[in-house]
């Protein structure tokens, strides 16, 4: 596996169900990030993570729960959603915050929610 | 202030024409200015960046201009192809404040087809 993968990359679930995105990155790198891409709107910003530590939350729901268990791993947790949760998650990953570093990206998991 | 518009919200070019796609901002705290390419089903890619201290920036068929004082900035692609049928971000990031990350904000994207 090279670069930033994402699973799964389809889910659909109803609004009392909990499931869990997953993102792995293979570049060592230190930082980690989720965003939210809707149709026609801009990539929101959701969460980073600094080396497992949790450096912003942009005022999202707490329905949604991130999880970054080492610098390789994130997770977001999603529980009681809502159909306007529908959209695709992102994950990306950069050498470190700061500077200008590039921010690479995963291929998205395609939310669906009933 | 934190927004960066976007425009067109889709174009459709014929082979080898040249695609224009243009951004402007508000905050003049941004020092750095991305754009990234997504073709369907893949994550968004680094394409090009610039920094406001040139006015331009070349990389094969894409260039960047930058025009500071009118807080704008634009991607141009040169003999477009039907391979770069894609969505295109433009973004904007400033220096966080110590400890905090710099954060990307993004345009609403430009759906581009090249017609072949």
């Known amino acids: 596996e090279t670069g930033v993968t994402q699973t799964p990359r389809h889910l659909v679930m109803g609004m009392t169900n909990k499931k869990s995105l997953k993102c792995e990155q293979h570049l060592g790198h230190n930082a980690m990030y989720w965003y939210k891409q809707s149709a026609k709107k801009p990539l929101e910003l959701m969460f980073v993570y600094s080396l497992e530590e949790r450096v912003e939350n942009n005022s999202v729901p707490s329905r949604f729960s991130p999880e970054c268990p080492n610098s390789s791993h994130l997770f977001l947790h999603l529980h009681t959603l809502q159909p306007e949760d529908s959209a695709l998650y992102l994950c990306?990953?950069?050498?470190?915050?700061?500077?200008?570093?590039?921010?690479?990206f995963g291929p998205g998991t395609r939310l669906t929610v009933l | 202030q934190q927004q960066v518009k976007q425009s067109p919200q889709s174009l459709i070019v014929q082979k080898g024409g040249i695609s224009i796609i243009n951004c402007a901002y508000e905050?003049?705290?941004?020092?750095?200015f991305p754009w990234y390419q997504q073709f369907p089903g893949k994550g968004p890619a680094l394409l090009i960046a610039i920094r406001p201290d040139v006015s331009e920036k070349k990389e094969g068929r894409f260039t960047i201009s930058f025009n500071k004082s009118a807080k704008q900035f634009s991607l141009h692609i040169m003999d477009s192809q039907p391979g770069d049928s894609a969505t295109y971000f433009c973004?904007?990031?400033?220096?966080?404040?110590?400890?905090?990350?710099?954060?990307?904000?993004f345009g609403s994207g430009t759906q581009l087809t090249v017609l072949p």
């Open positions: 905050n003049t705290a941004f020092d750095y």
């Open positions: 973004a904007a990031s400033n220096a966080g404040s110590s400890g905090s990350a710099r954060q990307l904000t």
């Open positions: 990306a990953s950069s050498q470190s915050l700061g500077s200008y570093n590039e921010q690479f």
